[in-house]
């Protein structure tokens, strides 16, 4: 398909289990749209019966099926729905996702909530997408960041791995990212990663730089990860030559104004990974469209 890629037999072993969330999202989204009930559903027959189908009118990279299938399941479990592709299928316009059966007020009272789940999570997956085969042939990794859409974080960080990137800190607790306020309330970089280390063993530390004199100073404190933040291109290769010669234990980071246009020469720079907060916050939902067809009564 045409600017995501060729099929990724591999993705699936990568993209790590489920949210353990789903159902609490899916039961938060529900009772944020049904409130005290579908009142346009009661016009419908109680025992009608009806089939669906879900179209993308746009190529995509398809995430979210987990969620779709707790909404039905939740909303009435006689709803069978059936998958025609996997979690990270590149998927051209105008496929049909799936096919769902059942009660038909409970395919029109689940519709918008399935959708809404489908098109967000398909939307980062495929933003995704693209900046991964941007960078391909690089050995550099694409990141995602914590600009993600309250109480959606681990379905967006997951969406990021159905596209091929790879998931930054999940919160403020399982990573130390030093910024320029710690470094000012720590005295340096130095007291910084040193207090880290004291307080937070064993917790991996980032520490974001803004010049090539910050970084020699923060790749002398030996830190796991440093961000470069807003380097030009030959400061980036400039750090990426010093830690070489340091002994590379250091991974470097590029962060700042990315784009499509420019991913792939910030990569080809030698830097090790690169974070995109577009990939969750400049979310395009991509377009789904579902077909529904009352069945004749039994």
Same mark, same amino acid.
């Given at each position: 398909?045409?600017?995501?890629?060729?099929?990724?037999?591999?993705?699936?072993?990568?993209?790590?289990?489920?949210?353990?969330?789903?159902?609490?999202?899916?039961?938060?989204?529900?009772?944020?749209?049904?409130?005290?009930?579908?009142?346009?559903?009661?016009?419908?027959?109680?025992?009608?019966?009806?089939?669906?189908?879900?179209?993308?009118?746009?190529?995509?990279?398809?995430?979210?099926?987990?969620?779709?299938?707790?909404?039905?399941?939740?909303?009435?479990?006689?709803?069978?729905?059936?998958?025609?592709?996997?979690?990270?299928?590149?998927?051209?316009?105008?496929?049909?996702?799936?096919?769902?059966?059942?009660?038909?007020?409970?395919?029109?009272?689940?519709?918008?909530?399935?959708?809404?789940?489908?098109?967000?999570?398909?939307?980062?997956?495929?933003?995704?997408?693209?900046?991964?085969?941007?960078?391909?042939?690089?050995?550099?990794?694409?990141?995602?960041?914590?600009?993600?859409?309250?109480?959606?974080?681990?379905?967006?960080?997951?969406?990021?791995?159905?596209?091929?990137?790879?998931?930054?800190?999940?919160?403020?607790?399982?990573?130390?990212?030093?910024?320029?306020?710690?470094?000012?309330? !720590?005295?340096?970089?130095? +007291? =910084?990663?040193?207090?880290? $280390? @004291?307080?937070?063993?064993?917790?991996? #530390? %980032?520490?974001?730089?803004?010049?090539?004199?910050?970084?020699?100073?923060?790749?002398?404190?030996?830190?796991?990860?440093?961000?470069?933040?807003?380097?030009? !291109?030959?400061?980036?290769? +400039? =750090?990426?030559?010093?830690? $070489? @010669?340091?002994?590379?234990?250091?991974? #470097? %980071?590029?962060?700042?104004?990315?784009?499509?246009?420019?991913?792939?020469?910030?990569?080809?720079?030698?830097?090790?990974?690169?974070?995109?907060?577009?990939?969750?916050?400049?979310?395009? +939902?991509?377009?789904?469209?579902? $077909?529904?067809?009352?069945?004749?009564?039994?």
């Amino acid at each position: 398909m045409h600017g995501l890629g060729h099929a990724w037999p591999a993705l699936l072993k990568t993209l790590g289990p489920l949210p353990p969330d789903i159902e609490a999202q899916v039961a938060g989204a529900l009772a944020e749209d049904l409130g005290s009930g579908d009142v346009t559903a009661r016009l419908i027959e109680v025992g009608a019966l009806a089939s669906a189908t879900v179209l993308t009118r746009e190529a995509l990279v398809l995430c979210g099926t987990a969620w779709v299938d707790a909404t039905f399941r939740q909303v009435d479990p006689r709803v069978a729905v059936n998958w025609h592709a996997r979690e990270g299928d590149a998927i051209a316009a105008g496929t049909v996702l799936c096919d769902i059966d059942g009660p038909a007020r409970a395919l029109l009272t689940g519709e918008r909530c399935a959708l809404n789940f489908l098109q967000t999570l398909s939307g980062t997956a495929t933003l995704t997408r693209r900046y991964v085969d941007a960078v391909a042939g690089t050995a550099c990794h694409i990141l995602d960041t914590r600009k993600t859409i309250p109480g959606l974080r681990l379905a967006q960080k997951y969406a990021v791995r159905c596209g091929g990137g790879r998931n930054h800190r999940m919160g403020l607790h399982d990573m130390v990212l030093i910024k320029e306020n710690h470094i000012i309330a !720590a005295g340096s970089v130095a +007291a =910084a990663i040193a207090r880290a $280390r @004291a307080v937070s063993p064993g917790i991996p #530390i %980032e520490v974001e730089v803004e010049t090539l004199d910050e970084f020699r100073t923060a790749l002398a404190a030996g830190p796991d990860i440093v961000m470069l933040d807003e380097f030009p !291109a030959d400061d980036m290769r +400039a =750090a990426v030559t010093m830690n $070489r @010669a340091a002994g590379g234990a250091v991974r #470097i %980071e590029a962060s700042g104004s990315l784009d499509l246009d420019t991913v792939r020469s910030v990569a080809a720079t030698g830097v090790d990974y690169i974070s995109v907060g577009a990939l969750t916050k400049h979310l395009h +939902a991509v377009d789904l469209s579902m $077909r529904f067809r009352l069945l004749p009564a039994p």
